[in-house]
């Protein structure tokens, strides 16, 4: 059985929303290739559309957390990075104001995600010092 | 590492003032401040002037910077890399430095000698020493590889060039292959019948040589044979020889010589009776040939062309005729190869108004050599083309198809000294006038002069001038029935027609017609002129530009006996040099392929000149064989995903050059503009 | 206007004697060429044409064996094959094609060898100053 | 459906039982057209066979190849691609050995869309549609009549709007070296836009695709700051042929012309008096 795909997908770089094919062979991520009748991107992709697809397999992708210890970055669980990181935006919310924490979201992130984080920092943390990399 | 980046390492730069060949021209004082301090960025730690680098002193001076001030590159601004870069690779070697971290800028050759405008020629050394910095911080250490070298020596032609070499080798012990394209050993030096300037007999001197060579336990010699095919590089040569079929079985043939005697069919022997006396279809060139067995010649065979003869087979006592034998290809391995091919005589027909092939009594030199030849086709008497008439006068012509821009712009060097023993030669045998035509008399050998004025005392006529024709069309009383010279004599300014009986042209020698082809066969080359080009004109006279294949004799140019043994004996002594030495190492600077990179795409195979590259089908790409790559890097220009790299000239080396002179060049000109 | 800047990509075995021949003669030209030794002008391939033009070259020469006489044997078929190709991708862009000269210099050739040199510096010479034309 | 695609589904149809699967275009999700394997398994997603707009065939086939160096497969191909698969072949990077190519050629108004000189396939047996000739590139034509400094100020303006997003050398069929120069400091600056004249992306990449250039135009169609490159490509394809006898695609057996030494005569000996 041969498994060549080509599984239709929006770029997660920016917010433009290019259209993609990612190229399947055998399970394995091999490629991207353009879609060119969709309306937005008509074909066309930009440098990090064409090479989406590289850090999936990346030796260098991170999976799981990881927390310093004692100067060295340790494997953690989601569980355990999710609490300390709880603990300490309180702690510091608690010492010093809501302000005094900010929150810098992605463009690799979609538009769900960049809205559940500045749903975090207006509602839980209680600061409008929310901001995103595309507005650099 | 980007060409632009600050180097880490400790270079040296050192500008040789050459005496004033270099300082004369270029500010060395000023270039080598400019280098220490503008280059400084670039990892320049230290910078001299020096007047002469390449000696003891000069290059001390590199070895001592390399100990104490820890370079670990090194940069030479002078000469010709051609020249000297052996000479500082081995001084850095000498003082714990790869000799591939040194560099040499050229600023002699071309930079000094060739400009006269002393800011730009300043200039122009900044840049190429700024461009060798570049590239020399790039550089890689490389190791030699050492092979073998196969003790066993192939001469190509038998002359008596070839002969002396051979013997050489063959003498202190070496096995030789001797091939020779014609039945016998023996060359030009054996159609001749006295050499000048001692006047002793040519076949007296030359057949105990030819002897020798044929009987010698480390001599296979083969002749009517040729190399087809050479393969391979220096210490490690396989060669292909066809040996032609003679249709004789040398194992059974005793040279009595009752075949030829028998052979029923004369053939007029254009090579080695130059035309003008007669051979059999079965034949030895000449009696003393070597070896002693005789060819048939195919083309004048009557049972070859018409099926019925066998006169030979016949009555051969031996019953070595066998007229199935086939052509055979011998092969052949061999560590060096010395060329000996010799030259062809220039063709006086190509000059019409000499009349040579028209006018019956106008001789070549070669035909000439032949007729006083006690041995060949006159008993050696001095005739017109009837055979019978002795001539009363004689004219030797001079620079026939030798420094004459329409045909030979060199001098043939060897036919004033032949003309003047013709001269002699017949003054001897008929007493008859003799007359000399020639533009300059050169003589420059040892004896030779005196020679030349023996010949003034023997009442030759001399005469200084370039002939214009040669006619037998008689204008004035005296000369019907005569061939009239016409000359300018110079030294009289005068026209002058000078009635003879017969003419010798001294044709000029020129590089044997398959010269080229022969010289890409070994992978050597050819002058403007076609002889074989030697390494170095002065100073490596028998060596080429390719490792293992020398040259000797004449077809490197025109030369007489004296020179060409001399060179046969020096080819020898660099073959043996290198056969003492027992391995050679090969060229360093070989291709490699980028085995990750490399996409298998296979152009690069077919472009490599000596088969190098191999497509490796499993792995899906290329592999070059460093034994056999020669280090030209064509590949590398093929090549579009830059996986095939040459060492020592990688595309960083040579980007960080451009990019270095570059640089230099365009700071002139904004200082310029400021 | 300022001196046109050449690059001269020479094969080790003909063109660079060719060129140290001309030295050895005196013969006299124009200092405007660096030239850069490489073993054989078939290494030369087109990116080092363009990245010496890019450095801001206003003409690169690549120089060879005479055809037939190629040390490598065939190293120098290659460029007569490249070269031209390359020549013609500077037209359509728009680059002037007699930017970059291909010639053959054999070892014996030093008059040659100047004659090319003066004959290329002239021509480049009277072309606006490569970098000018990119701006 | 129009009859062409119902006329290429019966040849797929005709096909497939012999072969492991079927190379051609499916339009899928939200109508989005992109190659696809048909298997005998699923018959049903023939009905799903699409036509245009045209995508890069011939680089999923290597990749199908690559991982299944047996299986038997076909491919629908029009011309360019057709040519592009052939090189591909010619450079050893795929084998024909079990490749059944179906021929789809283009309609006039495909044809001219891609200023197509050569609309048809070749050396597909079996083909749908019938061969159109080819058209002339206007565009083409029009920039080689430019004199020299109009052709260096459209470049230089074209260029300016080049984003360097390598989509036209990632997507080319002919560029299928695991490292690419393009991406190699000593030839093409990183990190400046727009980038500096003379373009050493687009001419080391011009000079790349001498007599390999099948002209599918895949460059410029997906080229987000529409520069007609393929002209370039095309120019040099004249002087391939004309020079080299050379047409990349066109002959199976030809060798590029990398791999051929000069033929003695062919090139006027200089200098020296041979």
Known sequence: MIGYENVLTTCPYCGTGCALHLEVMDNNLVGVLPAKNHVVSQGSLCIKGWNVHAFVNHPDRLKTPLI????????????????LVADKLAAIKAESGPDSVAFLTSAKCTNEENYLVQKLARAVIGTNNVDHCGRL | MSPDRKPQERVGVYVCHCGSNIAGVVDVADVGEWAGKELEPHGVVVARDYKFMCSS??????????????????????????????????????????????????????????????????????????????????????????????????????????????????????????????????????????????????????????????????????????????EGHIGNFTVTIRKRARYIDESLCTGCGVCWEKCPKKV?????????????????PFPQAVPKYPVIDRENCTYFQKGTCKACETYCPAGAIKFDQQDEHLTAKVGNIILATGYDLFDSRKITNYGYGRLANVFSSLEFERMTNAAGPTMGRVVLRDGVTQPKSVAVIHCVGSRDKNYHNYCSAVCCMQSLKSA???????????????????????????????????????????????????????????????VEDTLIGRQRRIPVDMVVLSAGLEARHDAKEVAQRFGISCSADEWFIERHPKLDPVATMTDGVFVAGACQGPKDIPSSVAQGAAAAARVLSIIGQGQIEIEAATAIVDEVSCVGCKQCVPSCPYRAIEYLAVEGRAHVVEALCKGCGTCVGTCLSKSISLKHFTDDQIVAEVVGAMRVMKSFETTAVA | MSEPKIIGFLCNWCSYRGADAAGMARMKYPPNVK????????????????????????????????????????????????????????????????????????????????????????????????????? | MTARVTALREVIEKVLPEVDGVLALRSGPGGIVAPYLFGKEHPEELAKLAIWPKEPVPEPLKVILRAHPDAKLAIVCRGCEERGIVELFKHAQLSLNNVTLIGLQCERSEAEFCRCAKPFTVHAKTFVGEPLEGVTDSLTERIAAMSQPEKLAFWKDEFEHCIKCYGCRTICPQCFCNVCALEDETWVETGRLPMPNPSMYHLVRAMHMTAKCVACRECEETCPADIPMAVHFRLMARDVKEMFKYEPGAVMEQKPPQLLVLEEGEYERTGLPH
């Open chain 2, 57 to 230: 002193l000069g290059q001390e001076l590199i070895a001592k910077d390399i100990k104490e001030q820890g370079l670990t590159r090194v940069v030479v601004a002078a000469c010709s890399p051609h020249l000297h870069e052996p000479t500082f690779r081995t001084a850095c070697s000498r003082a714990g430095l790869n000799p591939y971290l040194f560099e040499m800028a050229n600023i002699r050759e071309q930079d000094s000698w060739v400009t006269t405008d002393k800011l730009e020629a300043t200039k122009k050394a900044k840049a190429l020493i700024a461009a060798a910095v570049g590239r020399v911080v790039h550089q890689q250490p490389l190791e030699s590889l050492f092979v073998p070298v196969d003790p066993n020596v192939l001469v190509v032609g038998g002359g008596v060039t070839g002969i002396q070499a051979a013997l050489e080798i063959a003498n202190s012990g070496r096995h030789v292959y001797l091939v020779e394209r014609e039945p016998s050993i023996g060359g030009h030096m054996a159609q001749f019948d006295k050499t000048f300037p001692t006047l002793d007999c040519s076949a007296c001197i030359l057949t105990p040589k030819m002897f020798d060579a044929g009987n010698h336990k480390n001599i296979t010699m083969l002749t009517w044979s040729e190399v087809e095919k050479v």
């Open chain 2, 424 to 486: 002699h030669l017949i003054k001897e045998k008929t007493g008859g006038d003799v007359y000399q035509f020639y533009i300059d008399m050169r003589t420059p050998a040892k004896t030779y002069d005196e020679f030349y004025q023996r010949i003034i005392r023997e009442g030759v006529n001399m005469v200084r001038g370039k002939v214009a024709e040669i006619t037998d069309t008689a204008l004035e009383p005296g000369e019907e029935g005569k061939l009239v010279v016409q």
């Open chain 3, 35 to 135: 030239i850069i030794r490489v073993p054989c002008s078939g290494r030369i391939s087109p990116e080092l044409v363009l990245r010496s033009l890019r450095e801001g070259a206003d003409g690169v020469m690549v120089l060879g064996c005479h055809i037939g006489d190629c040390h490598y044997a065939t190293g120098n078929h290659r460029t007569a094959k490249r070269m031209p190709v390359l020549k013609k991708l500077l037209e359509y862009a728009g680059i002037d094609p007699e930017r970059l000269h291909i010639n053959w210099v054999s070892a014996a050739e030093g008059e040659r060898f100047a004659t090319v040199m003066k004959d290329f510096t002239e021509k480049i010479s009277a072309l606006p100053p490569f970098v000018e034309t990119m701006r």
């Open chain 1, 68 to 83: 310093r210890k004692d100067g060295v970055l340790e494997e953690a669980t989601w569980d355990e990075a999710l609490k």
């Open chain 2, 268 to 284: 007029v022997d254009q090579v080695f009776e130059a035309g003008l006396g007669f051979r059999k279809a079965v034949y030895t």
